[in-house]
């Protein structure tokens, strides 16, 4: 099956900065998602993005497929964006079983 | 939560019992799913459905089982439980724009 890597494991930053968090995966995919661990555990959706940019507010996220990356941008971080941020891809194919990257370990601090 | 709910929230149970932990979701998703949560593993997928009584292994099965006897819930049973499965889990479903989760079941097998 597919492989999904995403780095860095983590990432310290003053309230603020800029980031940007990379999702590799290992073959095509149809579709992506980005996901918030908040530190609560709850796992919000962020984008679906299987190609191109979106943004939404401060956070923004680009596909490009054919290289097989994504990237998740977070400008002027809050302590708010603390967590975990996963990407997923589909298992293989147009499967509906999405795989989970190991996770960014976002920590903003005051 | 989009309209997906997980029951229990927080259960402890002793080795081998039967545990049943239920998804409810209100927006008649045809694909629902269950994961767990470990440290160092990230998100595994343990079950799907595809629909009613339609349901498929994920990559870490074994002992557990799903049902769906309706389109709106989706049950995890772990038979005999065991201290390995203490973990997070959650529930998911597949809408138009990716996935939603639920807020997550804690269970720990003692």
């Known amino acids: 099956g597919i492989q999904v890597e995403q780095s860095p494991p983590d990432l310290i930053l003053q309230e603020g900065a800029n980031s940007t968090l990379r999702c590799n995966f290992s073959?095509?995919?149809?579709?992506l998602q980005w996901f918030h661990q908040n530190p609560w555990g709850q796992l919000i959706n962020l984008f679906y993005?299987?190609?191109g940019t979106k943004q939404n507010g401060r956070l923004s996220a680009t596909t490009v497929a054919t290289e097989r990356y994504s990237l998740l941008y977070i400008s002027s971080s809050q302590t708010t964006d603390s967590g975990v941020y996963f990407c997923?891809?589909?298992?293989?194919?147009?499967?509906?079983?999405?795989?989970f990257g190991k996770g960014t370990k976002l920590t903003v601090n005051p | 939560d989009a309209g997906i709910t997980q029951s229990p929230r927080h259960k402890v149970t002793e080795t081998g019992t039967p545990v049943t932990l239920r998804c409810h979701q209100t927006e008649n998703h045809r694909y629902m799913y269950w994961y767990r949560q470990d440290p160092g593993h990230g998100l595994r997928l343990i079950h799907y459905?595809?629909?009613?009584?339609?349901?498929d292994k994920g990559e870490v099965s074994d002992g557990y089982s799903v049902s769906r006897s309706k389109t709106e819930d989706f049950l995890l049973t772990l038979e005999s439980a065991t201290s390995s499965q203490t973990s997070v889990y959650f529930c998911a479903i597949r809408g138009l724009y990716g996935y939603t989760f639920g807020s997550g079941t804690r269970l720990t097998v003692v």
């Open positions: 997923a891809v589909p298992y293989q194919g147009g499967s509906e079983k999405l795989v």
């Open positions: 993005i299987p190609s």
């Open positions: 459905s595809y629909g009613v009584k339609d349901t």
């Open positions: 073959d095509s995919v149809n579709n």
